[in-house]
């Protein structure tokens, strides 16, 4: 079993830390081993596409703000494996060009604070539908606060967040990127995730994350 613990990937050009990419680590650790092809969900500037390049033959980028992929195909001009769709990837389940574009029967599909922007349930309907049987689905999300625990967690983290701060050298990656507010708890998470996806290996992190990992039968 592959576990979403940390690992580490090297720094390259246009690298940088913020919450999301504090997670980009656990992502790459849970790519199955002889995986051919991945596909990054909201994938935005293309800094997790960039780094899943170096690990899998072929991978996708697909994002719903065209200036965003503009960007992630000027950074990823030394990445020739990569590519990058502007299309919406729920609404591509049933627009026959976008779906076209972006391919089916991935063997990794990713996505990082992402499926707040769409419901849940459809979101990962959409992504599960792009993998190929035997693939793995990674999201990381974040939600909502809805008990005493969860606030108690959020203080904790916004008392460790200038600590990694100091550690990575400030936080950056983050002009231009579409901002929503979660809807669903963290509760609401960890219960429709596990039925929609049986099995799924949920976990809590500190920095107001999440992480599912699912592998498709």
Known sequence: MVSLSRGSTGRALHDYWNHNAEHHPRVLDAVPEGCTSALDVGCGEGLLVRKLARRVRTVVGVDRSPEMVRLARERAAEAPNARFVAADFVKGREERASAAEIGRGYGFVCAVTVVHHAGFAEAVEAMTSLLA????????????????????????AVAANPVYRRLHGGEGGMDGMPVARPTMSWRQVREESK???????????????????????
């Open 133 to 156: 049987p035997g693939g793995r689905l990674v999201i990381v999300g974040i939600a909502a606060d809805g008990t005493p625990f969860d606030r108690a967690l959020g203080l904790a």
């Open 195 to 217: 039925l929609l996806l049986p099995g799924r290996r949920y976990r809590r992190h500190l920095l107001w994350r999440y992480s599912l990992m699912w592998d498709k039968p």
